[in-house]
């Protein structure tokens, strides 16, 4: 499981989420399995620990 450390780093990787940049520079989270939109980002900069599309672990149902 994934945890912040509170030093400005996670340990570990967050599972069934991938994220991907819009063409306006934000970032957002899709949940792996439903493909449903999550959160979206409009700072500088990609979610800490969260894979970016395509990411090569891939399920049977992306």
Do not use: I, Y
């Not at 449903?36 to 969260?50: C, H, I, L, Q």
């Amino acid at each position: 499981m994934a945890k912040n450390t509170g030093d400005g780093f996670r340990r570990g990787a967050v599972t069934g989420r991938t994220q991907f940049q819009h063409e306006n520079g934000d970032w957002q989270k899709r949940n792996e399995r439903t493909g449903e939109f999550m959160e979206r980002k409009s700072t500088d900069g990609p979610f800490k620990g969260v894979a970016k599309e395509p990411d090569g672990r891939d399920t049977e149902n992306s």
